[in-house]
Structure formats: C-alpha cells, structure tokens
C-alpha cells in the first residue's frame, strides 16, 4: 500500500474528507483520534496488515506518517 | 445423565428512549447517520431516575409467568446477574422473591458480572439442576448501566442501554447429549481500569475526588477481545469436538457492530449464521444475548434443534462461551 492509499484509508476511518490526512497529525490528538476512529484505526491495522496493536502502542508512535512507516516495516519483517 | 433445557426468554426494555437524533442535539460534532454506521446502534432504552435493575426484572419475569410456561409457585431458585443492584445489600433476587410472590423454600443470590454474565448464569443453572439440588432456575439478567453514565460522555451514552430478561431453564428427562454446555470460561483482572465505576463502593466510598461515572478505554476492550475471543472459541470447539462449520447460529453480546463484524470475518463465520440485533437496543451488557437469542428463536432465525453459540466478553475482563440447543 502506498503512502497516498493509507492516508485515504484513515480519511475514512476517522470520517474525513478524502485528501485530509497530510501524515502530521499527532495519532495522541484525541480531537482528531476518538476512542470510536481508535478502533477503527485497530480494526483497519488487523484486517489489511494483519497487525496487532495496543492503543497506546499507536499513540506511542508519533505522527501518522511514522506510523505508516512502523506499518511497512512490521509487514516487511513478517 | 440428567439435563438441563432452556424452556422460555423473556425480556423486557423500559419505555424511555435515547435516539441518535437526540444525541446529535446535544453533541452536534456527533451526527446521528455517523452514528448508526459508526455502531449499528439506532435508539437505545433508558430506565427512568426511580426505576432500578429489580423493577426491570420483575417485568420481564411476570412476562414469563403470563405466557403460561411457569408460575411463580413453581420456581426452585433464583440467579440474578446485575451490575446496578437496587442495594448493595440486601441481594436483589431477595427482594425479587417477596415481589413475585415465589415460594419462601426458593434459593435466590446475585452474581456481579456483564457482558459474560448470561453465559456464567446458564452454567450456575446447569450445575444446580443436574446435580439435582433443583427441578429449575430462573435466571435473570437486569442492567441499568444508564445510572451510571456521564452525560457528557458522548462514546458510552451512544452505545449503553437498560434491559432485563427472564429465562425459565428446567430439568429435562435423561440423555446423553447436553442441551446447555460445554462451556469455557476465561478472566483477566488487569483489564479492570478499562471499564469500571470506580466510585460508591468499599475502595471509594462517596469520595467524589475519585470520578462517580463509568470510565470505559473503547480501544483497549477491543484489543482484549480480538486477542481472547479467537481461542476461546477454538477451546470450546476443542472441548466439544466439532468444528465451527458444525454450529449453526452464532450469538454473541452485543457489544458494538464495529467489533461484531470484525469477529465475524476473522473467525470466518458466514453472515447468515451470526446474529446481530443492537440497532434498537444498544449495548444491554448481561441482557443482550438472551435478548438477540429469545428474538432469535420468536423469528424463526434460530430453532429449536438448532446448535447455538454464545460468546459473551467484557468487563472484568471476563469471557464465556458455550454450546446450547435452545
């Protein structure tokens, strides 16, 4: 998956207009991050990756770029 | 070998309702069509400030007793799992009791359990009547979670309703196979800061430095259950020996459609045979399997030689599942 479809898909996850996420959000920004686009976003991580994390995990990851790029790296290691 | 039989579910939900709409009004960032998509949830029924788990009990049971299965004269004993009781003490099956007018040689107790509840309930059932203590339970479920929630904690007033349901499970005559059961049981006490009310008991008696409402960690509830739910239902085919194609309903709480679908297609069952039901009532914690299983069985969806599913899991953490044929 390219840089581009994961933002799109975390534009549908958290119920934005296509083109919104820019990769610097702050996945600790609860305005932007609601416990209901949390499970989304887990729900999203499972299903297309195939990975497992802990909501803290993600917040503990910075910026939705970097978590693109902690994405593509667990599934090149598995 | 003696059994046990689910006989009659009853259910009964109080008259006030919560709709998306009304949500929406009072949190406008919240639209009631992100909603129903976000959570399947349509309207949810809240008990009123004066109405408690036992009235809502009382209902769904005298229900059961109208529809010509049991009377009150002929209940043995009663289990009651709640959450909200009317009292700490005195238990509410006691006050049950003396209000349905059920002979004074019944047993009665609470258990505090949730979204497991149903389940843990059917095996103290089971266990009573095939060891022969009893001919039958009745088992209840009352949940008034609304008493409890922020109201300005949009996440849990949109998923959370009050319900109660009365079954009536009964000794049956002797068989091999078992009509309630296998089961498998499962907890993780370290999950307990993810959904609790940590205020009003002994820890925090009346101490308002410490927060009166039910806190609930969506995210975290989640990854428990998608960490915990796969085994467990794989334990329980082990135990019964069959396979999951081998179950033809599967009925799980109705947590959220978020998380039921999510389970749905990672544990690959086929939509047709997995039941959900939360548009209308939302989350009734202990309530919602019997309440999906007896709507279940009134609608032809699941019958009565069928072999059904329950899973139940949340709060505690705690999870069950087993095998019936309603």
Redesign the interface.
Known sequence: MTKNDFYKALDEVF?LASGTITGKELLSDSNLV???S???L??ML??KFNL????DEIKAIGTIEELFYATEKAVAQS | MRRSKIIAIEHYLPEITLSNKTLENQFPNWPAEKIVRKTGIEKRHLARENECASDLAEKAAIKLFKSGICTPQDIEFIVLCTQSPDYFLPTTACLLQDRLGIKQEAGAFDFNLGCSGYIYGLSIAKGLIETHQVNNVLLITAETYSKYLDDNDVSTRTIFGDGATATYIEAEKEGNNSLIGPFVFGTDGSGKDNLIVKNGASKHRADHSVADKLFMNGPAIFSFTIKTLPNAINQLLKKANINIHDIDHFIFHQANEYILSYLRDKINIPSHKFYINLKNYGNTVSSSIPIALQEALSTGVVKKEDRVMLVGFGVGYSWSACLIYP
């Open positions: 119920s609601d416990s209901l949390m499970l989304g887990l729900l499972d299903k497992q994390m802990s909501p």
